[in-house]
């Protein structure tokens, strides 16, 4: 899948997240995620992965980013797939320059996903089995 696919479809994903959880009209979520892709397809903008990426183990705090619209889409049936994506390469995004970069990649290589996901992130179990199974 190309980037700006991924992005189009992480959008959507969230924006039915965003929709349901605060009731929010779609249209308007939609039209603000084009906005976006749009703004972000300027070639003049560039915005690099090592900040874009940095502080990984902040970003997977509970109630952040990434494990939170994962876990409200999973408990109302709404599609995660990109997001489950997003989730894994945030797991294995390694960066030697960024310290939290190498205390994951080391906290995962030696004790495990499940273990960083569990006693880490404090992920609970029913969500940390779905997780797991589906990245």
């Known amino acids: 899948m190309d980037t700006i696919n991924f992005a189009k479809n992480y959008i959507k994903e969230i924006s039915q997240i965003i929709s349901k959880k605060y ?3 779609i249209k308007y979520l939609e039209q603000y995620g084009e906005n976006i892709i749009s703004r972000f397809s300027n070639n003049k903008i560039n915005d690099q992965l090592s900040r ?6 902040d970003k997977l705090k509970i109630n952040e980013r990434i494990i939170s619209p994962i876990i409200y889409a999973l408990d109302n049936n709404l599609l995660c797939d990109t997001l489950l994506i997003s989730l894994k390469n945030c797991l294995f995004y390694f960066n030697l320059e960024d310290e939290q970069s190498i205390m994951l990649k080391n906290i995962i290589a030696e004790n495990g996903i499940y273990y960083f996901l569990n006693k880490i992130i404090k992920l609970e179990n029913e969500h940390l089995k779905t997780i797991i199974k589906k990245i």
């Open 23 to 25: 009731n929010i009209e």
């Open 52 to 57: 874009v990426g940095r502080n990984p183990i």
